[in-house]
């Protein structure tokens, strides 16, 4: 009995001699176990010490990818963590760790209790030129700008490289399969993008300088395309300064060739005027000469004989005349843009005014304009025949046809006259050039003469290539 009581005392003494210093331990536990703060009086007070402080603050978890970070509605955070358990966007967790806030704050050797799940809070909206002077670091920012160009970025995935405002920053996407995540449009160079993810300023000297800081994108759908791609990129700007400078130099070539092509068309339209009027005015004066001289030779001795020089070169001068007259016609006609078809009508007004034989014009066609050579030509062709057909032929109906065709112009002269032989028509030996004259003149424009006559009619046509 007594074994057994000396047992429940001493059962009972050591329990006392324990309690104590249990106690003890938790007290003291409890003394240095940090409170809970804020995020941001946990920077602060972190930020006034020289060694890491004990925290314990509450967020909501805004990114939770190969880093981990949280905020609160007073700031943000890094958590350095060992803890493999799951944790998703928009979880709020408790969080116990050292602190520190040497180049950004970071709880380092952290124990991440996850409380409840919840919703990820709203984005900060922010300029680029804002996201660079450090205020907002780790914080859920969103902004606007456009699209540099895409790279890989090692194991982290996707790097896009932004230029807005002023600044020039990269946003990783944590994926490296781009063609699968983005749609094609996101990814043209020039889109305006709005992004959404949390700050990193760039603290790493070792770092791209050119980049003031850097967004993490937690999924595809932190990228939103607001405006594509602007067609006016430098390269387009650089195609079509080409295009301009190839469409110049074409249009300059061609107005070269259109002026020098004027040009040599006037002076082929001078040099066909000249050589009318040599043909007609200088070789008429020419002969004039020669008949004046031989009457000048002959009028003391051989009176007769002096005349008949005198009556030919008379003849000369008012053929040269008319010819002179019909030349200014001509020439006055063209400078108003009138038609063959226009001149040969007023030449038949002009010969039925003094006769009563019908005299009809036909023009079948597209009119077009001629050449001065081809419409001087071909009018004294015309008016020689017509005047023939009203001096000799004793018709009663003359037909001028024009036929404009595709590539070449028909003049055509018929009577329903007497008709004559071409072999007696005297020649220029006796002071006649009519039927030598219309010859020579269509071969002068690449044409030849072809007359048909019988005793029921004359028919004359000159076919021109244009």
Known sequence: M????????????????????QSLATSKRAMHAPALQSIQSAIQTAGSSAQP????????VILNGHQLVIEDR?????????????????????VTGWMSVTSRPQVMKAQVRRLWGGSMPLPLSITPDVAADGENELSLVQTEAVLLDASPAGLT??????????????????NGNLNDELPENLMQPGARLRLTGILFENHDPSRNRDEAFTLELRTPQDVELIEGPSWWTRGHIVLLAGIMVVLILIFWNLYARVYHARYRAVAEERASIARDIHDTLAQTFAGMTLQLEAAQRTITRDPAQSRAFLKEALQMARHSRNESHLSIEILHSLSRDERLENLISTCISKMQV???????????????????????????IGQEAIANSVRHSNATQIAVRICYEKKDVLLEVEDNGNGFDPKLIPGTEQGHFGLTGMRERAAAIGSALQLDSTHSGTRMQVRVAI
């Open 2 to 21: 007594y074994r057994s009581l000396f047992a429940a005392l001493s059962v009972c003494l050591l329990l006392v001699s324990v309690n104590p210093c």
């Open 53 to 60: 402080v004990p925290v314990l603050v509450r967020g909501i």
């Open 157 to 174: 995935g996707v790097q896009l490289n932004f230029r807005g405002g002023y600044q020039n920053f990269a946003a990783i996407l944590p």
């Open 74 to 94: 007073t700031g943000a955070t890094e958590v350095k963590s060992t803890q493999t358990e799951p944790i998703a966007l928009g979880d709020e967790v408790e």
């Open 354 to 380: 003094s006769n009563s034989m019908a005299i009809e014009q036909q023009v079948s066609g597209v009119p077009i304009a001629l050449s001065y050579q081809v419409v001087n030509n071909l009018f004294r």
